[in-house]
């Protein structure tokens, strides 16, 4: 540098140690910044990422798509949980304890919410329309009106979570739930009733084909994995209304019958219980009297055998002292006593007897 230059800018070194001090402060300030930014971004990020479980309710935690943990581990009960934001973290909720209804949406007519409630029913018609009234076929070719109203909940929250998750929105996806027990319940109502017959599902055997069709709902809803369990099932079956006078009519003749068929059953029971009560009688009659006869032959034997050694040792006395008992009790109520005693030629003696005597007349004093 020339001697002119020096004297040109004599203070050129101090603005230039202003200007990098001045650089410098600004980028010491940036840098405070960017870190306080981070430092709140950090606590902003920790402290978003905390969420609640509610008593009713499991959640799991997806990290990428994955979830954390295994088995039971996976499931969050009620308490306070932290996750990573949102795309890093999702968490999924799903109700446990709270039952969800289903209603079958085949083999019903057609009718609307207000004629639910009013109890009524759209008029008939002179025959049924497939196109917008429901029906189901029976086992033996009948067509009749029947819908089911299941309760569920649900029973296997991981199943269910990971079959009804519900994206981006962080929640369980009731409806595809709902749908899909929906489906099972159509399913279970137009089979079963295929494998019944209309008298059964109407009269003769409505609690049978309820538990045929809730048994159907679980196979199926066990089957797809949907991760529920069926609570309650409950069906309702009814003619066609076409056909509602004629059916009433058959209704009245099966009571009719019913009730005769109960009269005879009733008097087949009382005649069945007599019968039973008199040959009970005669039978109890015939065992005591055989149970006398035998005690009474036994009694005579063994008085028997208990003589038969006195007759032996002595046969002349036993039949003198036997003769004499026999004679007592012969004798006791005797009004007239003979004895004849035997004659000394050992002839017989003759007895004279009159018989029916006429009573003795008193002697009077004039006629001894």
């Known amino acids: 540098m020339s001697e002119h230059d020096h004297h040109d800018h004599p203070h050129a070194p101090e603005v230039q140690d202003s200007g990098a001090q001045a650089l410098t402060e600004a980028l010491r300030s940036s840098f405070a910044i960017v870190k306080f930014a981070m430092g709140a971004m950090v606590v902003f990020i920790f402290a978003v990422g905390f969420f609640t479980v509610g008593p009713q309710e499991k959640a799991i935690i997806l990290r990428f798509g994955k979830p954390i943990g295994e088995g039971q581990q996976m499931l969050l009960g009620a308490g306070l949980h932290w996750s990573l934001p949102y795309p890093v973290d999702e968490v999924i909720r799903i109700p446990i304890t709270e039952i969800q209804k289903v209603t079958s949406t085949v083999g019903w ?12 029913e759209p008029p008939a ?22 819908r089911a109203t299941v309760s569920y909940h649900i029973d296997d929250p991981r199943t269910a979570i990971f079959n009804f998750a519900a994206g981006t929105n962080h929640q369980f996806n009731l409806a595809g739930v709902s749908n899909a027990v929906l489906n099972a319940v159509n399913n279970a109502l137009v089979a079963t009733a295929a494998r019944f017959n209309v008298d059964d599902i109407l009269t003769r055997d409505i609690a049978g084909f309820q538990d045929a069709v809730h048994q159907r709902v679980g196979e199926l809803v066990e ?18 209304r076409q056909l509602k006078d004629v059916f009433a009519m058959v209704t009245t003749a099966r009571q009719n019958r019913e009730k005769l068929l109960n009269d005879a059953r009733g ?7 007599q019968a039973g009560a008199s040959a009970s009688a005669i039978t109890n009659a015939a065992e005591s009297a055989r149970t006398r006869f035998v005690t009474a032959i036994q009694s005579d034997a063994a008085a028997f055998s208990q003589l038969r050694p006195k007759y032996e040792s002595n046969p002349v006395l036993f039949e003198q002292l036997e003769l004499t008992r026999t004679m007592t009790v012969v004798l006791t109520n005797v009004q007239d006593k003979i004895f004849l005693p035997e004659r000394a030629d050992g002839k017989a003696r003759e007895l004279r007897l009159l018989l029916n005597r006429e009573p003795l007349q008193q002697r009077s004093a004039g006629n001894p």
């Not at 089957?223 to 369990?229: D, I, S």
Request: net charge negative; with cysteine; charged share 20%.
């Open 267 to 273: 008097d087949e029971s009382r005649i069945l219980s």
């Open 223 to 240: 089957r797809e994995h949907l991760g529920v369990a069926i609570d309650q099932c409950q069906v309702q079956s009814v003619a066609p």
């Open 125 to 146: 018609g002179p025959s049924l329309n497939p196109q917008i009234d429901g029906y189901a076929i029976t086992a033996d070719r009948n067509i009749i009106h029947t």
């Open 109 to 120: 007519f057609l009718t609307t919410p207000e004629m639910e409630l009013a109890g009524t």
